[in-house]
């Protein structure tokens, strides 16, 4: 997994390698081999929703933008399958869900898109050259993340529609 992550990603210290004029017009990956702080519940999160032990590579990267993830996910591809058969997977596993949207075929999430709100952009793409499906999820970091996670907790703690105080809609087109 790739993830390019926003400033706003690092945390709040004052740190020399995120003021704007050292980030605009680089890129830079950061925390690798295994090292960053969140690969151990991605490995629990994965392990539980596969029902066995996973294993993977996370790779972060600081991108020129406040807020926002984009994180390309690879994993095997099941034998015949086809990007057709990837969309129909996520949009059967995500119908449903008020945060999650699947993009129409063609379409591909972009941070911008989920500026300023609780949702997730996904869309799916098989590579069998590689023999690997691809997940692109677009986030905004700042909105999907520790506080909109609580409030959407604490929503469905008190029984309350899921989406209670939450925007599904980004600010941007």
């Not at 690798?32 to 969140?38: E, I, L, R, V, W």
């Not at 933008?65 to 034998?79: D, F, Q, V």
């Not at 990007?83 to 869900?97: F, K, M, P, V």
Request: with cysteine.
């Amino acid at each position: 997994m790739v993830a390019a992550s926003g400033t706003s990603g690092a945390g709040r210290t004052a740190k020399a390698n995120l003021l704007g004029s050292e980030v605009m017009g680089d890129l830079s990956a950061y925390k690798t081999g295994g090292s960053h702080q969140h690969v151990p519940e991605i490995r629990q999160s994965l392990s539980q929703a596969a029902g066995e032990p996973v294993t993977l590579s996370f790779t972060p990267v600081l991108a020129p933008m406040p807020r926002g993830i984009l994180a390309t996910c690879t994993a095997r591809l099941a034998a015949n399958a086809s990007t057709g058969d990837l969309h129909a997977a996520l949009r059967a596993a995500y119908d449903d869900e008020p945060f999650v949207t699947v993009l129409p075929d063609g379409q591909w999430p972009h941070t911008a898109a989920t500026f300023g709100s609780n949702s997730c952009h996904l869309q799916v793409a098989a590579d069998p050259a590689a023999g690997r499906a691809v997940v692109v999820a677009a986030i905004d970091n700042l909105g999907k993340g520790a506080a909109g996670q609580a409030i959407q907790n604490a929503n469905l703690a008190l029984g309350l529609p899921e989406p209670t105080g939450l925007p599904v809609d980004g600010v941007a087109p």
